[in-house]
Every structure is written in C-alpha cells, then in structure tokens.
DNA sequence: CACGGTGCATAAGTGATCCTGATGCGCATG
DNA sequence: CATGCGCATCAGGATCACTTATGCACCGTG
C-alpha cells in the first residue's frame, strides 16, 4: 500500500525492461508479482504510471522516473555507509576510474601509497563516467576518480547522487590532435574557438566529448561526421590521423600518441581535469591515498 | 527483514524523541513495534544502531542519520512531484520565505502576478532557511525563496536535498548597523575585515546570520557576545542602537531602520542574495512567477 | 476467420509478516 | 527494598505478499 522501496523497485526494473514478465525474471518474482507491485504503487499514488501494452511510462510515471533511481541509490550508499564500518578492510583499495582519470599524478600517489603499506591488495576498475559515483556510493569502491572537461579550476559537474566530497587530482592542458602534415600542426597552439565548424570526431567514451565541449564554450558547434565508442586513445589518434576528423585530449596524453601532432588549445582556457570523489568517511587505506593526492596538488600547485 | 522506509522512519523517530514509547506514540504505533521495527533494522544491517538507556545513537546509527533524512524527504519529494500532476490547483499560490528573503523585487513581481490573474489565492509563508527547500520538495509550497549572504553572483551553499532549480532573485550590499553617535557611523564605508574581533549580536534568523559571515570570510572572529532569536530586524535594531553590539543586514532594510545608521560594507565584497527555489517542473501559477522574476533580474542586470 | 501464442490482469490460497496486548526485566529513584 | 519507568520479548491474530492457476485482450499466421 506505501510507497515502499521494493515496489519502485520492480517499478523502475518493468520500464527498465519494458515488461513486466522482463522485470520479473530479473527480480526473481513470478509476473503476477509484478503486476501486484505496479498495480500497487499505482493505487498508492492514485495515477496510473505504466502504459501497458507496449510497456510505457505515463506522464506521471516519467516524473516517477526522475526520482525512482536516485532514491534507490541512496538506499543502497546508506546501507554500505553502515556496512563499511564494520566490514572495513584495511588491507584492500579499490579504485573506480573514468578511461582518462588514472593520471600520472594518481599513478605516483598509488606508487608512494604501495611503498608505505606493502601489502596492500590494489584493485583499479575503468568504468564509464557516470557509473564511477555509484561505485563510490555503493561501496563498490573506495575511490573514485572521474575526468572531464572544465574551466581552470572550476569543478567538474558530477551528478548530486548522494554525499559525497570530491576533491581536484590533476589540471592537464588540452590539446587538439591533428595529422601531421595538416596546416595547423605547425602552430604552438590553437584557438577552439576558430574550430567549433571544423570536422569533428566524437569520442565520448574518451577524455574529451563533444558535448562536454559544447556546453562548456557555450557554442552550437562541434558537430561531429565520425563516432568513436571506446576508451582507447590510440584507436581515435588513428582516426585523427587519417584525416577523419579532429580530435580532443589531454596534452601529456596527447603528446605520446604516433601519428599525430598535439597542439596545445586555448580560448577559451580549458583544461583537463580529474576529480577524487570520496565518501564522506573514508576508511582506512582510502583516507590515506586522499591525503597523498591532497597533499601533491597542493605542493603542485 | 529489509532496510524499508516504514523502518528508517521510525528509526529516525526514536533517535529525533530519545526514546522508543515517544516515538511510539508519535507514530501512532504501540511501544512493541517500535522496539521490533529498530531490531529489524538492526539485524538487517547487521550492526546496533541505537544504544538505550539512555536512548542515543551508536557510531553505526550515527552514520545512517545522515542518510535517513535525507532519503525520507525525498521520498515524500517524489510523491508530491507524482501527486502536483493530477491535483494542480491553477488557482493557489503558495510561497514559503526565509525570513529577509520577501525583498521588494519579489513583491513587485506578486504584484504583477496578481495583476495578471486577479483572483490568485495567494499565501506566504516566513519559516526558517534550512526548511524552506523541504516545503517546496514536499508540494507544501509551490515556490521557496531564500536569502543568505554570498560572494557577488555566487550561488548561495543549499543543502542538496533534491531535484531543485534555483534561480538568482535579488542582490543588495550589506551593511552594518551602529548606534548614530558611534564613531564609525559618520563613515560612507566600512570593512567588514576590520570589525572580525568587534562586538556582534548573532542574530541567525534574519538575514545575516553570523556563522555564515564566518563561513565565508574565513576568519574564526564576528564571535557573539548577545543572541537575538526571531526575525523582526527592529528588535535588533534596538539592540543595535544600545551599544549591546554590531549586527549585519541588507542595507535597504538597515536603512529604514530607527535608531541606527546603516554603514554599506564592502571588503570582502559580499552582498545579501536572494534564491528562487522551485521543483524541475513547477505548476501554472508559479511557473509564471518564475518568469516574472527571472524577467525582472535579467533587465535588473 | 479460426487458432495458438504472447503478455498482462485477476482470483484464490497459503505461508510469512507485522502489529497488538501481556509480560518480563534491568535500572534508576526515593 | 519497593516502586515506577522504559525497553525487550512472547504469543496470538489480522493482514500482507507472495505463488499457482486461470482469464482475457491483442497479434500474427495459416
């Protein structure tokens, strides 16, 4: 009858799948049980939520929508926020990044960190961006590092999911990879802006996507000819370099790869920039990497 | 058995009365079920969360308090967003205010509302800052509005209960009120770093409460020597114009103010900002509001 | 147009659950 | 040491939340 945890649950699950035989089988419930549940949940909100036939949300079941997966996200990162104290293992670390997050700057503090306590048991997992704060939340990792495209020091816009503290690992300068007997490789740097109708490749998976870089120039332009799906930043220099389009990296980054020629962006100033996202009482081997990283981009900066 | 809403009400219940009969009773359920529900929660979670007599918190209850509340709100958030869509009331108004937060810009922009719609059943509300958020996401309010001091065109810090849009209001400078035969009354100007370690009256329910003038000037000073609870600023006045101390207020309401001499402050720039706060998809009546004012500070710019 | 297949709704039954009322027990207080 | 207060525990009954079985609307097929 209320509005309980389980039915959103298998609400969110039969639109996720769009049947209610589909949720059932994953949520280990019969059909029937489903039913029961949307039918409920429906009664209790006195508004029908789910088209039938084909599976659909209704209006109200969109606005549902909008808050169904965060709330049960929560559930989940204050049920491993209680588990993680007393299942604390101080002698594992595990690190949720994002493909362009695991910066020379964090791979030093891992370094140092390792040093101090040599028996630690270091387990580092590339996720897609948006997945990495869920990890964290969920206690699926100690640690998450998320990159992304932003003004100098101005934060990276994370979904607000939960409680979380984030904290600035790394500023990298961009840099725009061209073929190397382009015109503008020779320069020491470009302007993005003189480049918004330019061929674009769009690589969302990497460090860099196009439309990260619309919203933050604030521009229309950036539209991409040629898609590139994957964390590899050697497949997408291929690409720059067979003249498919242009591409965006990190410079250090950019720097290494064969190819092409990485020339430096600015205007607007934009940098590359990784972010540490903890939660909000770190356990042991995880503080002490947070403090590491604290403690470099301090000194760095 | 599992980690239900019903169940972190309750615990919440018992940890907000200190004891498990009163939440009883505020819950409308018998003693036994309380103490069943805070046993189910716990072996759920596999931790005691409450430690009785006396009734308080353990380090693992500690630890859910900061979720449960939060996950409750949105909950009753979510709800209210499914029920706005089908009982939307085109007619009804309701406006919930911090206390300093109904500035003239928003009076004229009712004003204009009313003008347009004239039989508006128009209510608003003046309650503290920090549940001025819970009435909007709850559909208790259609629109909040809440004032604080910031840095010029920063965002005021609200707490990130929800799916919230927040819109610039107002801007007014701040000023300091001295009795009128101070010696810094006569003064066009005043710092406000050189008055850290002055007399203050804390007075944290009108518009300039001194922890936040701390917070942002980042001193340890603007240490209180008198309190004043409530939010009529000629009360404080009065105490201001005693001697008894220094108090801060938006300077077009210092200056109306008997008995006292508004001196603006500047260094460290700040200015009293007022916030809009609306839900991602506000109803008829507010949403025009919106409008209104959004219109009104974009040409106020 | 009959026919079977698919997929959600509904009905009936059953074991689990959740609440109440009664009682037990530890701990203060006088 | 008696008493009261407050949480824990127990037993029982109402309710709930599943399952199985069946119904029914819709769709494609021969």
Redesign the pocket.
């Known amino acids: ?2 509005m ?1 945890t ?2 959103l649950r298998t609400f969110v699950a ?1 639109l996720d ?8 089988k994953a949520l ?13 949940l429906e009664a209790d909100l006195g508004a029908r939520l ?1 088209e ?4 659909a949300p209704t209006p109200a079941g969109t606005r549902l929508l909008e808050h169904a997966p965060a709330l049960l996200l929560r559930l989940d990162a204050a049920r491993a926020d209680v588990a993680r104290l007393h299942h604390a293992q101080p002698t594992r670390l595990t690190l949720a990044c994002s493909a362009a997050a695991l910066t020379s700057t964090v791979a030093r503090a891992l370094a140092q960190l390792r040093a101090t306590t040599p028996l630690l048991d270091l387990e580092v997992r590339v996720l897609a961006r948006e997945v990495v704060i869920e990890e964290v939340l969920t206690a699926r990792a100690d640690l998450g590092l998320v990159d992304g495209v932003a003004a100098p020091s101005d934060p990276l816009p994370l979904p607000d999911l939960g409680p979380t503290t984030t904290l600035a690992a790394a500023e990298q300068p961009l840099a725009v990879l061209f073929p190397t007997d382009h015109p503008l490789a020779r320069r020491r740097s470009v302007r993005l802006t003189d480049l918004t109708q330019a061929q674009w490749i769009d690589a969302p998976d990497t460090a860099v996507p196009l439309d990260r870089l619309r919203a933050v120039c604030r521009t229309e332009g950036f539209r991409p000819r040629v898609r590139h799906r994957g964390t590899d930043p050697h497949g997408l220099a291929a690409l720059a370099a067979a003249g498919l389009g242009l591409a965006a990296l990190p410079l250090p980054l950019a720097a290494t790869l064969p190819g092409v020629t990485a020339v430096p962006a600015d205007e607007p100033r934009l940098v590359h920039r990784t972010e540490l996202v903890h939660t909000a009482h770190p356990t042991e081997p995880a503080r002490q990497l947070v403090d590491l990283i604290a403690g470099r981009t301090a000194t760095a900066r």
């Open positions: 009858m209320r309980d389980h039915l039969v799948h769009r049947s209610f035989s589909g949720a059932a280990g419930y019969t059909q029937s049980a489903v039913s029961q549940h949307v039918a409920a789910v039938r036939r084909p599976v």
